[in-house]
């Protein structure tokens, strides 16, 4: 007999390393010289062993920004890009930037070459195109955009007639409107499929007409369905952003002044993808209950054990931990009489790969290892990882809580920006990866539409199929039944 699941809130340990490594490091690569780097002011930038680990806005903002001879390090701009939002709003960033640009503009006007001025702007050009392939949605809100045109007509000032540097800005331009078009419309399908139908459920009898398919008669094979669910976990995670998931970061610490709060109203992507979860868990706890025969549902409890096993091969953490969540759930994990009847022994396994004790300790092993095999790859099967997503969120918000955004003499804790910076891009390159099977509509329009039922109906339908055994039980059912009788 398969013994009484207890509910424990997931906690994540903080996995920060301090420094990101030679990749992470915030040094300008040779030949591209160096910027700030004293520790004397407080405007200057401090670095330890070579590697930026603080430094005032102001410094951190300057450096940012290219010179002559120097140029930010890719994983420097992106970490700045995506942390600066904690202290300031995108559109303030880009003001910034414009005016840094125009005061080092201005200086080689005065005596440089027309070429080395050409150079320079041209270097800026690059900045934008990093920072709009990287982060579009910045320039969604007006006051972005409008600061973009500002100083993208500042740069082809000092550029000939259809010359490179005005080339490059049109390119850029047209890159980010059809980026911005796509994820607008993207975004507006998402809203019309946001959720499956919620099924009240039966009033009193949880039998389903017989015409009424289920999963098994559309999809029998673990293994098939456990690629179809790794296909919407891709497609669905696609949508997740660095700036969505800073969000956790700077949308949470009421105490900084200098947050960048923003409008949370026009992000769905993090609700959407929590929300994947929840509907696949309460999918398969429909599934389980709503069968009448102990036979069945048997059958239907070990199929998904094994659909959950084939996940944890695949490398698809979140919804293996999805499918063990719905199996965990009250309605379901109360049918002793139907588990009796499950060989529980790789159900047990799965169980022991999720343990919460030890911050999920067994979990992270295995997320480590798929995290190797994918850099190891020789084939795009090998690559997939996609870890559940609610510990990844977890992991950032205490990665943020238990380390200051400013250290005592004022300046930016960048080391903490670093390590956030990591996990967020390695989540990144993970959404990155191409499913490798084949997409099988049927299947997965059943996964996305098949109405499920509420908890209330769960109840009725395990109930109906096990009665209540002790007195908490039967009170329960006793209080259902005359709450949808008053109700009908």
């Not at 990665?399 to 990591?422: A, D, M, Q, Y």
Request: include cysteine.
């Amino acid at each position: 007999m398969r013994p009484e699941p207890q509910e424990v809130m997931p906690q994540t340990s903080i996995l920060c390393s301090g420094v990101l490594g030679p990749s992470g490091s915030g040094q300008a690569p040779p030949g591209m010289g160096e910027r700030g780097g004293g520790a004397g002011g407080s405007g200057d930038l401090i670095f330890q062993d070579g590697r930026l680990v603080s430094g005032s806005l102001e410094a951190l903002m300057e450096h940012l920004v290219p010179t002559v001879d120097y140029y930010p390090d890719r994983t420097y701009i992106f970490t700045f890009l995506l942390s600066s939002r904690v202290f300031v709003p995108p559109h303030d960033l880009l003001a910034r930037v414009g005016q840094i640009y125009l005061e080092q503009r201005q200086q080689l006007e005065a005596g440089a070459e027309k070429a080395t001025l050409k150079s320079f702007s041209a270097k800026v050009v690059q900045l934008l195109k990093e920072w709009t392939e990287a982060f579009p949605c910045d320039f969604q809100d007006e006051k972005a955009m409008a600061e973009l045109k500002a100083i993208t007509q500042r740069i082809m000032q000092c550029d000939e007639e259809n010359g490179t540097v005005k080339k490059a800005v049109a390119q850029l331009t047209q890159s980010l409107l059809l980026s911005l078009a796509a994820r607008s419309q993207l975004q507006e399908l998402r809203e019309k499929l946001r959720s499956p139908a919620v099924d009240k459920g039966p009033i009193l009898k949880a039998k389903p007409p017989a015409s009424q398919k289920d999963i098994l008669g559309v999809c029998c094979d673990p293994l098939v369905l456990a690629q179809q669910l790794t296909h919407i976990e891709l497609e669905r995670v696609s949508s997740v952003h660095p700036q969505d998931l800073m969000q956790i970061v700077s949308h949470m610490d009421s105490r900084d002044k200098h947050r960048c709060r923003g409008d949370l109203a026009k992000t769905y992507s993090l609700e959407a993808y929590d929300n994947w979860f929840n509907c696949l868990s309460m999918l398969v706890a429909t599934e389980v209950c709503r069968v009448v025969k102990k036979k069945q549902r048997t059958r239907m409890l070990e199929f998904f054990i094994d659909v959950a096993r084939e996940c944890f091969n695949i490398g698809n953490f979140n919804s293996m931990m999805a499918i063990i969540s719905g199996m965990n759930l009250s309605p379901v994990a109360r049918l002793k009489k139907t588990w009796s009847k499950v060989k529980t022994a790789k159900f047990d396994v799965l169980e022991h790969h999720m343990d919460p004790s030890s911050n999920f300790c067994n979990y992270r092993t295995a997320l480590q290892g798929a995290t190797q095999r994918s850099q190891m790859a020789n084939s795009s099967r090998e690559k997939i990882v996609i870890p559940v997503f609610n510990l990844f969120v977890k992991d950032i918000y205490f990665l943020h809580k238990i380390h200051t955004n400013h250290l005592p003499n004022g300046h930016v804790n960048f080391k903490k920006f670093w390590e956030i910076s990591r996990q967020i891009h390695e989540f990144m390159t993970w959404t990155r990866v191409e499913c490798p099977f084949e997409k099988d509509k049927k299947i997965q329009n059943y996964l996305l539409t098949a109405p499920i039922y509420s908890e209330e109906a769960l109840f009725i339908a395990s109930f109906e199929s096990e009665g209540p055994e002790n007195h908490m039980e039967k009170d329960s059912w006793k209080s259902l039944r005359t709450t949808l009788l008053n109700r009908a």
